[in-house]
């Protein structure tokens, strides 16, 4: 996330002891028993975690012994308020509910929701949802029964929400992109008895396809008359048309606890089937305050694009608007040739971002109008290092706010000082403040990545990593709130569990991903487990390779990956490339160029031995480059009909993988 404001006098970077003791993080947040501090801690950083109680110490002398104590400063200070405001809304059990009947009684006329050029005001927003609840009393289901809502962007999705939650019901919601079994997976895994579909033919269609393999539910289908429906749909608009719009007695929605299921988001799938994992009452009303960090008030105007089936912009975008009685903005599907449009039409002061959106956008061909905005902070996750400073600097962004997290995860961490690439910070005086909560525990740990395991000591236990190294992140469990992080059998949830990692017995959440802890204790991404691949025993960092490559000026986009040879031992390095559309020939001098770029910049053992060229690529909800499929099918000339070319040392160039030269390529040196 992108930092504080402040001045250069010492005197307002203060941080008083009384501030600090103040932000542990509440029980919203999952951990485990405590783990040992950082043993590693200097004689010097002691004295500075003691400097910090102290009022009106120089800021400007604790720099000379710890450059990064400015950027510690920022990062608590932002941090503590959104921790604070999280731990009230805890206390007092303020779920969305809450927030969306306060902001009804403040502000009824007030616009909550903006799409396609319309208004929707709290006050109507809340009668639909009431419309919703009491059509969902007469299905006659248990309290938290998951209810299936497959539907894009569009203010139908909001209301629908809240109604099932004013009827005690839980949401699962399905990526309407789905086709065939993964689809049917979904749905199935769900358990939902019923079904809700949004406005478009192309869902009804996906449905259709698998109408045979569907489990039994009640299906409805929003935008569509009854007579344009197949006969096992049932119109709801027309049916919310004959129920009141009169709010349920609480009592209908139970004894709330923050153990409840709110809903359930599927993860990306980029390494298989999506599975739900289970967002519960205390996970949901921690994320509403997580924009405090950059003071989100409601004079605020958010954009989300992203698709609201996903926990960026359900969670963060939504929620947090929720919480403040700000405005959102809606689309129905994301467009970067549109983005920046709506972006100025509707005096949007905070755009979410996930994945590769951001390269979408600069391949936008560029406007005198790129930078005229009222756009103050971009906040998400996955703006790669390589096309940083060109987004913020072409589109004029004040504040890059990047964080780390998942949808499953246990913890949080970002970034609010604008360092260029990094996810966050995790220095010793932030563990011993923001970060010392048990519940709220996030630690770095050594990792095999052969074994594909954190390395152990002696003992068995894990080891942490030291500034300069890269380790698995982990994360605290609390015992108390956790009920699993997937709905569906045990050992899905199980497989994601470190266990000994400080001493015996205890357990952390696995995010999966590795990164880079620099000697400001800047942290950076660099590869989820399994991208990291071994070749001629050296480690091989797939984010690392495809940075290098995307750099080269005729290239759109790379996904690199590693691919198994016949009798060699690990995976060589494979690269999918996307030529831009504007010269997307595949020339000598291009091959030669990538050559040379591979051959200078990367270590041998990380150049890639192929390269596939394709027009696109397939991407997740999270809008992350997917790679099952381009590892299954690896160099294949029989699964793959892409130009393949492969690392050719004595033309120093790539030339093509031919069913004729194919096998000498396997068996030489390459």
């Known amino acids: 996330m992108t930092g504080i404001p402040g001045c250069r006098d010492a005197e307002d970077h203060r941080v008083q002891a009384a501030e600090i003791d103040d932000v542990a993080h509440p029980c919203c947040c999952y951990s485990s028993q405590g783990a040992r501090t950082d043993r590693q801690m200097s004689k010097k950083q002691k004295v500075a975690l003691a400097a910090t109680g102290m009022a009106g110490a120089s800021l400007v002398a604790w720099k000379a012994y710890f450059p990064w104590i400015g950027d510690d400063i920022k990062t608590i200070r932002a941090l503590s308020k959104a921790l604070k405001m999280s731990k009230k809304n805890i206390m007092e059990g303020r779920s969305a509910l809450k927030m969306l009947e306060e902001n009804v009684a403040r502000f009824p006329k007030k616009t909550y929701i903006i799409f396609e050029d319309r208004h929707f005001s709290y006050e109507y927003v809340d009668a639909m949802a009431n419309r919703v609840a009491n059509l969902a009393m007469t299905w006659g289901l248990p309290l938290h029964t998951p209810v299936a809502m497959m539907m894009e962007n569009e203010p ?40 809700i579909i949004g406005q478009g033919d192309e869902h009804l269609q996906s449905l259709q396809e698998i109408m045979s393999e569907l489990p039994d539910m009640k299906k409805y289908a929003i935008g569509s008359q009854q007579a344009d429906l197949p006969p096992e749909f049932i119109a709801m608009d027309e049916v919310l048309l004959r129920t009141l719009p009169v709010p349920l007695s609480p ?34 009303i921690s994320a509403s305050a997580f924009w405090h960090i950059f003071d989100f008030n409601e004079n605020d105007i958010a954009y989300a694009v992203t698709p609201l089936y996903h926990s960026a912009s359900f969670l963060i975008s939504v929620y947090n608007t929720l919480d403040q009685g700000a405005t959102v903005v809606l689309r129905r599907k994301f467009s970067a040739r549109h983005y920046w449009e709506d972006v100025r039409k509707h005096k949007v002061t905070v755009i979410q971002y ?118 698995l992140v982990i994360s605290s469990v609390n015992e108390q709130l956790y009920t699993g992080f997937y709905k569906g059998p045990k050992e899905m949830s199980e ?26 204790y800047n942290i950076y991404f ?55 559309h504007e010269d997307n020939q595949i020339t000598d001098d291009k091959l030669r160029k990538i050559y040379s770029v591979c051959q200078k910049e990367l270590p041998v053992y990380a150049r890639p031995l192929f390269i596939r060229f394709m027009s696109e690529f397939i ?9 099952v499929e381009l590892v299954e099918e690896g160099y294949d000339l029989q699964k793959v009909d892409d130009p393949i070319y492969f690392y050719d040392s004595k033309n120093k160039t790539y030339s093509p993988l031919t069913r004729t030269n194919y096998e000498g390529v396997l068996s030489s040196k390459l």
């Open 526 to 580: 660099r590869d989820r487990i399994g991208d990291t691949f071994r070749w001629k025993s050296e480690n091989v960092s797939t984010s690392e390779v495809a940075n290098v490559i995307s750099r080269i000026p005729f290239i759109r986009d790379v996904n690199v990956y590693g691919v198994t040879i016949p009798g060699e031992d690990g995976r060589a390095g494979m690269a999918a490339i996307m030529l831009k």
């Open 156 to 195: 139908a999705f909001l209301w629908t929400f809240f109604g099932l939650r004013k009827a005690g019901l839980s949401a699962v919601f399905i990526n309407f992109h789905l086709k065939g079994n993964p689809l049917v997976h979904s749905l199935k895994v769900s358990e939902a008895p019923v079904l």
């Open 251 to 284: 009592a209908c929605r139970g004894e709330q606890s923050l153990l409840d299921p709110v809903c359930y988001i599927y993860t990306s799938g980029t390494t298989g089937l999506p599975k739900p994992a289970v967002i519960n009452q205390a996970k949901a």
């Open 619 to 627: 991407i997740t909800q999270t809008m992350k480059n997917r790679k």
């Open 354 to 471: 996930i994945g590769e959106l951001c390269r979408y956008l600069l391949r936008v061909p560029k406007s005198d109008l790129d930078g005229v905005h009222n756009v103050r902070v971009a906040f998400g996750n996955g703006l790669r290092v390589d096309i940083w400073e060109e987004f913020k600097n072409r589109f004029k962004i004040p504040r890059i706010v990047e964080f780390f997290g998942a949808t499953e995860g246990t913890g949080v961490f970002t970034n609010i000082t604008n360092t260029v690439g990094a996810i966050g910070r995790m220095s010793p005086l932030m563990r011993a403040t923001i970060y010392r909560d048990v519940n709220f525990q996030i630690h770095f740990l050594k990792f095999d990545n052969s074994a594909e395991k954190p390395v152990r000591d002696k003992n068995g236990l894990c080891i942490p990593i030291k500034p300069g190294e890269v380790g």
């Open 495 to 520: 497989k994601k569990f470190v266990r000994d990692v400080f001493k015996k017995g205890d357990r952390f959440f696995s995010f999966g991903d590795l990164v880079y802890l620099d000697k400001d």
